[in-house]
């Protein structure tokens, strides 16, 4: 079982920049992959940002060149730097671990609200 905790959402106003992290309850190092997810109210849950093991990376193109998601193994937490953000990125994150191709676990999720 691994435990995932989110934090660093908030309200932020468009144009700025805010950084999330997911802290895991134990090493991510061998895990195959971990992504972060995001779900705005009346819309489905949507893939934002993957990492792999080997430290590979790809976004939906909706965040591309705004966003970066990272991963510091010995903290085993991950990130995603949202910079140059927009009202459209209002969505509640959440942090997904994938320590094999058969296995999936969530976090509860950090609100983050883009609004002047």
């Known amino acids: 079982q691994v435990e995932l905790v989110e934090s660093g959402g908030g309200l932020v106003q468009p144009g700025g920049s805010l950084k999330l992290s997911c802290a895991a309850s134990g090493s991510i190092s061998s895990f195959y992959a971990m992504r972060w997810y995001r779900q705005a109210p009346g819309n489905e849950r949507e893939l934002v940002a993957t990492i792999t093991r080997r430290g590979s990376t790809n976004y939906a193109d909706s965040v591309k060149g705004r966003f970066s998601i990272s991963r510091d193994n010995a903290k085993n937490t991950l990130y995603l730097q949202m910079n140059s953000l927009k009202p459209e990125d209002t969505a509640v994150y959440y942090c997904?671990?994938?320590?094999?191709?058969?296995?999936?676990?969530w976090g509860q999720g950090t609100q983050v609200t883009v609004s002047s």
């Open positions: 997904n671990a994938a320590p094999s191709l058969m296995q999936n676990y």
